[in-house]
């Protein structure tokens, strides 16, 4: 697995230490999968903490929903995430519980953010496992190996969730590589501008 993509200096951004209430965040009681390099189990640590400071690199997904004509489905973050809010996804992310697969993880965060179930597609899949660091300003990190997997709808009826899904928007997924300058007013998350790049490499 290759990090070149990955580990941004702290110099571009150092978090404020104590930005956000640690008795009051709704992730505070949340737990993620502390990994190695290799995505090999370390431990289960508390899901604020790991996104402070200079963070615990942790176990997540990010998931590309396509339809049957090549367009991904963009998802912007709500405005009420912490980390990321407003930036656009392609098209959800997560982080698996101990001991749930990323399919599974993947399956319930589809249900959840875009009331997509699983009888509106039949090949999700994982593609590619990356690992990457990036510090949010003055709020948090991510660093994560993250594995992406792909999905293409056959219905693609939506109900997203307004408390985690702001906007969508279907794109053709080759034109949004090839032509970022088109698409220069939407802000990326860091995960899917990788995952992005990588796939078209």
Known sequence: MS???AMSSKDEATPAEGSSDAETHKNARKNVVAVDENDEE???VNRLDAHMGDGIRHRAFTALVFDGEGRILLGQRAPGKRLWDTYWDGTVASHPDQGQ??????RLRLEDELGVTPDQYDDLRVTDKFEYKRYYPNEGVEWEVC???????DDTSLDPDPEEIGGILWADY???YENPRFYRQLRWCPWFEIAMRRDFS
């Open 3 to 5: 990090t070149e993509d």
């Open 42 to 44: 370390q431990d289960v």
């Open 101 to 106: 697969s990323q399919k599974e993880a993947t």
């Open 147 to 153: 594995t992406v997997l792909k999905v293409t709808l």
């Open 174 to 176: 080759e034109h949004l």
